[in-house]
């Protein structure tokens, strides 16, 4: 904010609540972390701000179209018109509390930029005298001036109806007044209440019990109750006594704790239900303001909020900064004193409310639980630690409207550990499809709800063909043959070595797993040991063995829970073809998918039979074929993954090679290819999507199509050579719909590589 700002307010006491000054500071939504609430678009818009005050100018431009919505015959009604008149304040007050709660944003004058809290929000405005007598009770009502007696009581049983009218369902009420009577007068105020031997304090309890029993509002949810906003008053002891008006009253004010109306919540236990907000005033330093009260015995309730620095806030003669706002007949001035920190309180809750709402724009966070977000959020650090003086701390919007501590899941596990993992292309986008755009709610520490798209939930492990080239080339995949037959591997597929392909050394595709069986892949980096050799009968036969995992370096989630394959392949005499089939078994996943933490557990076994050959084609070529289907039985525990059906899948690679194709002893290769592919299942997911503000998880229940949407097909051709005592290798790979995606298009995979043994 910036610009000269007409001083029109003369100064003295504007209502019981503040003063005005002739200078404003511009930092008081800074000192409260408004502009990242508002960067999170938390504004305010769709909610109302309630406020009882004395007069309003409607027409001032910071309450543009419907803005503001006055509301008369709710108590002693106190009009714009209505000058001071000894018992009903003037419009200034009113106007100025309501523009620092929600003034509209971009509507001032040249020279005055200035907004509310809540700048989105819309006002009801309640006029009502601030001043009254034993016939023209207040809001709140007051003891002195006058002896009260037993008869007296019937008073406060017709204001209490007219509380009950205030704090209808769910509203967000702003009290910027009360009287400067507190704790310490329940000591000295002795009978007034002509209630013989009573005492100052049972004389409180007895007259404002009726007002009382309205505010605590017992017979509405604790959810669905209005939130009241009071103010802590400007009767700090060392500065009441300059402005003392003659006639003692006030004399003896404790302001070390709150107003006496202020105090209810001390007195009566049934308002400490989390809806009842006491607010005390800081400068734009951040220090508590010389002016204000102190929160006292109302430390629990209670919260600091700038309202303007210092000066001789109830006299009237400040000459420190106070906080710009709008005042009667269309012009601003600075203001300061606690009943403008009680809007940016107000405003702040109006913020918040506006934020926390569910996908569907429904509320998601109760008001006894918002204002409890409001008080465990604010700032406790340095001097904000000391809660007699700055009660909870002082407001933090930005940590208001932010995740507090780790966010959960709705079972209550780690958001941070939950996760789908997938390190194989098998489902391709399939999960992808079911989650990504889904609002997904999550909670912190303090159990609000925020939310995320599910999507990220997902945490795909495809490592890509440069990635797999590079650690073929590296040397990862380690094999031991041994003279009988017999091998031992590390990080080895061993379905490579079954069958008629056998290890396919002169092999040059990207892929020496090509023609093997992939379901070998899910526990390829790990130990194997098997054999190949032949019966007497000079028929085919292979066994292998292996216990590992999909990846060898851990993933989203930790280091996988090895799983375990066995396989065996037979070729009958002087076929060209061999029958495969084996078993595997995942310990922690199913196909390569793995869940964690929220999203529950699953395992995996799966059966799988295949069928693989090599012919001869023509005088030099030779052909490939290798086809696998399996099927895959999961079980799961609970969790977001709520159960997987039986899975079908399939794998086909056909390929042609030759040797000496360019010159003598090369080697030149084709192939085609459709790797691991579901072909029917499905998965169910529960997500908690939204929750009302009774707290009631509300949850979606997913089915997910697990069979791909397209079908990978690789093309690939290759060529070795032997070269400088090593061998040369290129290559040249086209995959259409790479992780059978179709809006993935075609990708190119060029290669070379040499190798040279030292």
């Known amino acids: 904010m910036a610009g000269t700002v007409r001083a029109v307010a003369s100064g003295g006491n504007v209502g019981f ?36 005050d004395s007069g309003i100018d409607q027409s001032h431009r910071e309450f543009p179209g419907d803005k503001v919505a006055v509301v008369t015959g709710i108590g002693d009604s106190c009009s714009p018109t209505d000058a001071a008149d000894g018992e009903c304040a003037n419009a200034e007050h009113g106007t100025a509390v309501a523009a620092v709660a929600a003034g509209a944003r971009g509507t001032s004058s040249a020279g005055v930029d200035m907004h509310g809290v809540a700048f989105d929000a819309k006002i009801t405005f309640i006029p009502t005298r601030l001043r009254g007598d034993s ?71 007895y007259y404002y019990q009726p007002v009382a029993s309205a505010l605590a509002q017992s017979g509405t949810r604790a959810a669905d109750r209005s939130i009241i906003v009071q103010s802590a008053a400007n009767y700090n002891g060392e500065r009441y006594d300059r402005v003392k008006n003659g006639d003692g009253a006030g004399a003896g004010i404790d302001a070390t704790s709150p107003i006496a109306d202020a105090l209810l919540p001390h007195v009566f236990s049934e308002l400490e239900m989390g809806h009842y907000v006491v607010v005390v005033a800081v400068g734009a330093d951040g220090e508590i303001a010389d002016y204000s009260n102190r929160c006292g015995v109302a430390e629990n309730f209670c919260i600091a909020a700038p309202g303007g620095d210092g000066g001789d806030a109830l006299s009237g003669g400040g000459v420190d900064a106070g906080i710009l706002s709008a005042t009667a007949g269309g012009q601003y001035d600075a203001w300061q004193g606690t009943s403008f920190a009680a809007p940016v309180v107000s405003g702040a809750l109006a913020v918040m409310r506006s934020y926390f709402r569910n996908p569907d724009g429904s509320r998601s966070v109760g008001n006894t639980e918002l204002v409890n977000r409001l008080l ?179 993933g989203a989630l930790g280091d996988w829970e090895p799983g375990t394959a066995v396989a065996l392949n037979y070729r009958p005499r002087n076929i060209a073809f061999s029958v495969q089939a084996g078993v595997v078994r995942e310990a922690e996943s199913f196909l390569g998918a793995r869940p964690g933490g929220g999203m529950g557990a699953a395992s995996g076994d799966t059966v799988f039979a295949g069928l693989g050959g090599e012919w001869r084609v023509g005088h030099a070529w030779r052909a490939l074929l290798a086809g696998f289907i399996g099927w895959t039985k999961t079980q799961t525990s609970p ?45 169910n997911l529960r997500l908690a999507t939204a929750r009302t503000r009774h707290g009631e998880i509300l949850y979606d229940d997913i089915q997910a199509n697990l069979k791909p949407r397209g079908r990978a097909l690789e093309a690939e051709a290759a060529w070795q050579s032997p070269t400088a005592g090593g061998d040369l290798s290129l290559g040249l790979k086209l995959t259409h719909n790479p992780g059978h995606n179709p809006a993935a298009g075609t990708r190119e995979f060029a290669w070379a590589r040499f190798r040279k043994a030292f």
């Open 376 to 554: 465990a959020t604010a700032n406790r650090n340095g001097r904000y630690a000391d809660g007699d003086i700055y009660g909870r701390g002082l407001l933090d919007l930005d940590a208001a409207t932010r995740p507090m501590g780790p966010m959960m899941t709705a079972s209550g596990a780690p958001l941070a550990g939950t996760a789908l993992e997938i390190t194989r292309g098998a489902f391709s986008d399939a999960m992808a499809r079911a989650l990504n755009g889904k609002q997904m709610a999550v909670f912190d520490q303090l159990g609000t709800p925020f939310f995320r798209d599910a999507g990220g939930l997902l945490r795909p492990g495809a490592r890509g063909d440069a990635h797999s080239f590079a650690e073929v080339t590296a040397g990862r995949d380690k094999i031991l043959q041994l003279d009988s037959g017999m091998w031992i591997a590390q990080n080895h597929n061993g379905g490579r070595s079954l069958g008629l392909l056998g290890e396919g050394e002169g092999f040059a595709f990207s892929s020496r797993n090509a023609f093997a069986a992939p379901f070998f892949s899910l526990v390829q980096n790990g130990l194997g040991a098997g054999f190949s050799g032949t019966t007497p009968g000079r028929a085919g036969l292979g066994f292998a063995f292996m216990h590992g995992a999909p990846q060898g370096d851990g």
């Open 135 to 205: 016939t023209k009770l207040p809001p709140l009502l007051h003891l002195n001036g006058r002896t009260w007696g037993p008869s007296d009581r019937d008073d406060f049983d017709k204001a209490s109806a007219n509380y009950r009218r205030y704090i209808a369902q769910g509203k967000i009420l702003n009290l910027s007044f009360g009287r400067p009577w507190a704790t310490s007068e329940w000591e000295t105020l002795g009978n007034n209440c002509g209630i013989a031997g009573s005492g100052a304090l049972a004389c409180y309890r």
């Open 639 to 683: 969790g977001m993954l709520r159960g997987v059906s039986d899975l079908r899948s399939s794998a086909l690679s056909i390929g042609l090679w030759r040797r000496s194709a360019l010159h003598s002893n090369d080697w030149l290769g084709f192939r085609l290819s459709q790797p691991l592919r579901v072909e029917s299942g499905r998965a």
């Open 17 to 52: 609540g503040g003063s005005t000054v002739t200078a404003f500071s511009d930092n008081h939504l800074e000192l409260i972390g408004a502009s990242a609430a508002y960067a999170r678009g938390a504004t305010g818009r769709g909610e109302r701000v309630v406020v009882i």
